[in-house]
């Protein structure tokens, strides 16, 4: 057309449809609307059926909107082989296509070639230019246009480009509405992963939101098993036909999973089983059909900890844009993954360190850079006789206190000889004033710098060790005491004797009877000494015949009532008759019985010492009891050890040797028996024997 001539009709006509489509599609951003618009006002235009069909983006089915002249329009989804679309389509250009002269054999039966009489006038969408459009597949047909329709194979590509521009439009509308509200579930997810440390809620988020956001079946993690470099899979994200399965477990390189994690490259598969890397087994296992799949390693920095795999896209196939929503899901959910299993170690680490610095029986002390207390285990609270209410958060100094040097000098000895655990022996003071032999080491802990964060404390208690200290002394000098007595009595008399200073026969007699009494006091320290090297040599006989003890009672009481008579006691005994029998042996029970009556007399010095025996609840129980110095509370926890005996015992000049308890104590429970014992300083003491009763 010259550019003086005054436009055709036809060119008016179609400018007038732009100007109407331009006018209704101004506010439509809806793809389904444009098309919609674009039919009815098509067929109006024309006077003819107008049909507009666009494609799904999987290229599954096509949208149809089929108006009439009158307006009456009519929205139905064709598959592929009912439209029949594509052969028109493919022309690339508008096409006038004569129902009766061959036309392709897709489109005899299809639903589109049943609508014209004679001809269709067909315009692919989107039209061809210079740029990729948005728009998926698509087309206008005008079904038999009359001769003089205003649209014609000249003017109808501008109204494709037309078309195109505004479908292009909506399709950008959408794409940027649907990559919002992807960013914002995306953003929600990784906020969700990063913002917790445990495993199993990061689990549960993936198994809503990304199944949700990708529209998928199922989602799986794979995790790599550092030791093996195996891939086992997370039970919970399998679902209930995996269930009474044996983990999942892929080796290095095995199937999808594991071709994606050693190549660091992510995978769209949409028809697994054509795919040779996929490993078939598990859906034969489980009943589970896998058809489509997005596998994508997970990294931390440069290692790689596991996969991530959507799998079975519903409604359609896997596109790239899943495989980016995929990715950027992985990236925060690997970081969450490593970080609960970091947080997971770190507590692990810690109720492991709490579970030493607490079961310990040194006292345990940290003190921070600052001089504060910060920690502090139950077996230090006892030692200071402190609840830690009261000494945590507080100044070191003030709360530890030594008798000799202090703390804070301790510490800068500590903090200069790091590398020479320095140690301090020294008194504690306990918070009602007394003090504790203690031996105290100090090690600094530092930070990743250098600097010192706290300082260690250990507070080993040295009474037990003073206590084992002065029993091993009293022992041997009460051993030196023993002997010496009597060995001296006895070379006396045997010197007087030699010297003739007995000459009369009563007088030999008794010389001679004092060097047999004192040889006998020997002979039984020697032959408890060597009951003593027995026990600890295990060749203390159990025995396993029933025994009476009532024969015993009978046999050791009355010696030992006329000794404590002759020492001024009162000596009392209830003695049921016919006691039952218990387990265990004659020369064991008698050694028991005759120690602690022996020790009630001995340190009864006024009073009354009183034995009773009798049966109950299938036990026999002796029960000695006196009036004597008592024993006092401190030497309680040591009452049954070896050589031990107590302060009171020994200032008093009390003889002994410290091993008749602690061998009455094994005899008894030698045999399943007990001892107990209930003493009161100055009041007296009761030990009572509980053996069971056996059948004779």
Not at 151 to 167: E, S
Not at 201 to 212: A, T, W
Not at 548 to 567: G, Q, T, V, Y
Request: aromatic share 8%; hydrophobic share 40%; net charge negative.
């Amino acid at each position: 057309m010259m550019m003086n001539e005054a436009p055709t009709l036809t060119t008016r006509h179609v400018h007038h449809l732009w100007q109407a489509l331009s006018a209704e599609l101004a506010s439509v951003f809806d793809a389904h609307g444009v098309c919609a618009v674009v039919a009815s006002e098509v067929a109006a235009f024309c006077g003819v059926t107008a049909v507009v069909g666009i494609s799904d983006p999987f290229k599954k089915y096509f949208d149809v909107w089929v108006c009439q002249p009158d307006g009456a329009i009519e929205q139905i989804r064709w598959d592929n082989t009912k439209a029949s679309f594509y052969p028109l389509i493919e022309e690339d250009q508008p096409t006038l296509a004569d129902k009766f002269s061959r036309p392709p054999a897709e489109l005899v039966h299809s639903a589109l070639w049943q609508l014209p009489h004679e001809q269709i006038l067909a315009l692919p969408l989107p039209a061809p230019g210079e740029y990729q459009p948005l728009t998926p597949p698509g087309i206008l047909c005008l079904i038999d246009p009359p001769p003089d329709c205003p649209l014609t194979l000249d003017n109808l590509p501008p109204l494709g480009v037309f078309i195109t521009t505004i479908l292009d439009r909506t399709f950008l509308r959408h794409t940027v509405h649907r990559q919002d509200i992807e960013f914002a579930v995306v953003s929600d997810i990784s906020f969700a992963l990063t913002s917790t440390l445990s495993l199993q809620n990061i689990y549960k988020q993936l198994m809503g939101s990304v199944k949700r956001t990708l529209n998928v079946g199922s989602v799986s993690v794979g995790l790599i098993d550092p030791p093996t470099g195996d891939i086992i899979f997370v039970d919970m994200l399998l679902g209930d036909m995996f269930k009474d399965l044996p983990p999942l477990r892929l080796k290095s390189g095995q199937g999808i999973a594991g071709w994606v994690a050693d190549n660091r490259q992510p995978l769209i598969i949409n028809d697994v089983y054509a795919d040779n890397r996929f490993f078939a087994r598990f859906d034969r296992q489980s009943g589970f059909h896998t058809d489509s799949m997005i596998c994508i390693p997970l990294q931390v920095e440069e290692r790689v900890i596991g996969v991530l795999q959507a799998i079975n896209k519903v409604g359609g196939e896997f596109i790239e844009n899943d495989l980016r929503l995929l990715q950027a899901i992985g990236g925060p959910l690997a970081a969450a993954i490593e970080n609960a299993g970091l947080h997971a170690e770190v507590l692990a680490e810690k109720r492991r360190i709490e579970t030493i610095f607490a079961s310990m029986s040194e006292g345990m002390l940290t003190v921070n850079a600052d001089g504060f207390v910060t920690h502090a285990n139950d077996a230090l609270l006892s030692l200071l006789r402190q609840e830690a209410v009261h000494l945590l958060g507080q100044p070191a100094h003030k709360m530890i206190r030594f008798s000799t040097g202090d703390l804070p000098d301790f510490m800068q000895q500590v903090l200069q000889d790091a590398d020479e655990y320095p140690q301090l022996a020294t008194n504690l003071y306990q918070s009602d004033g007394q003090m504790v032999p203690v031996l105290v080491s100090g090690a600094p802990i530092y930070h990743d710098d250098g600097t010192v964060s706290e300082i260690i404390f250990v507070f080993s208690d040295l009474r037990q060790i003073r206590e084992v200290e002065r029993m091993r002394d009293d022992f041997f000098h009460g051993i030196i005491h023993e002997l010496r007595t009597p060995l001296a009595t006895i070379l006396m008399y045997a010197r007087l004797l030699r010297e003739g200073k007995a000459q009369q026969k009563e007088k030999a007699d008794r010389f001679l009877g004092v060097i047999e009494r004192e040889s006998d006091r020997l002979q039984k320290m020697v032959r408890q000494m060597l009951e003593l090297a027995k026990m600890e040599a295990r060749e203390f006989q159990r025995g396993a015949e029933p025994v009476r003890l009532n024969p015993l009672f009978e046999e050791i009481l009355p010696p030992l009532a006329d000794r404590a008579s002759e020492k001024g006691l009162t000596f009392r005994q209830k003695i049921q008759p016919d006691l039952p029998p218990v387990l265990g042996s004659q020369d064991s029970y008698h050694l028991v019985i005759k120690n602690l009556v022996e020790n009630a007399i001995k340190f009864t010095l006024s009073g009354t010492v009183r034995v009773d025996a009798w049966s109950e609840n299938g036990s026999v129980l002796v029960k000695v009891q006196d009036e004597g110095i008592g024993i006092p509370e401190q030497a309680m926890p040591n009452l049954f050890g070896r050589f031990f005996r107590a302060q009171t015992a020994v200032e008093r000049g009390i003889a002994g040797t410290g091993l008749g308890l602690y061998m009455v104590k094994e005899a008894v429970e030698n045999y399943n028996g007990t001892i107990a014992v209930n003493s009161k300083e100055g009041k007296g003491t009761t030990f009572t024997v509980r053996l069971p009763i056996t059948e004779e």
